[in-house]
């Protein structure tokens, strides 16, 4: 529980300047706009909070699960089953993010 | 009955066990909404990773694509997009805010000091501050949705 608090904590802060950041501080049609967007990306500090943004909330998300799972059976074969499976979708989940994120500032043709 | 140690307890209600509403206080329905908001939260996360992995192409992509950005955002750039978006910044308000709760309570920053049982023996920990801040993240969380209303739908 304390990795659920710890990026639950993490998470509040991150998510809020990411909504703040799509809709408020810039207006959300410019937020949304490719080059805006090619620009973040392209800008160290904002690819940095965006990868730390996809790792704190799919961590939170797929351990949330995982306690609801444990929760539900405690068997020792199920018990092992959601911790590998928890492991196996988050590290999935976060690859498949972080590529886009290295695509977006590496990648080529635009 | 077995011996000491010997028989392993089951939760044999399955989520039942806690998607129940019969008898249910108010913190236990904001139980029940915080994991219900934090799946849907999940479900949406994984949506998003999605779509917004067509900027660089998709799933085949290599880089940067203007006409794959413009194809994604012309399905979830609509009407019917924008309401799920006011619904989705809804759930992580509440679920953000309640978590905050969740956490001062676990650590016991927003209980009374236990007391003496006294009829109608209501718990402390079920009074007061600590069930204020449920309606104040409903209430931050409706603000929020509203605001997020006049911003997409403006």
Known sequence: ?110 | MNSAGSERVKNKRGVMGWLNPYHYNLERWAYVFQRVTGVAILLYVLGHLGDTSFFVGGPTGAGPSESSWAFVSGIVENSFGHLILVLVVLVVFFHGLNGIRLILSEFGLIFQKPSAIEYPYRPRSLKSFQRHLVWVAIALAVVAAAWASLILFR
């Open chain 1, 1 to 110: 529980m304390l990795v659920q608090y710890a990026t639950a904590v993490l998470a509040v802060a991150l998510v809020s300047i990411h909504l703040l950041m799509q809709g408020v501080v810039t207006p959300y049609a410019t937020a949304i706009s490719f080059g805006n967007i090619l620009s973040i990306y392209r800008n160290w500090l904002y690819a940095v909070f965006l990868e730390s943004l996809l790792v704190v909330v799919l961590v939170h998300g797929f351990n949330g699960v995982r306690i609801i799972l444990h929760e539900w059976n405690q068997s020792m074969s199920w018990s092992s089953w959601v911790d590998i499976g928890t492991v196996i979708a988050t590290v999935a989940s976060v690859g498949y993010g972080t590529r886009t994120v290295i695509l977006a500032i590496f990648g080529g043709g635009a």
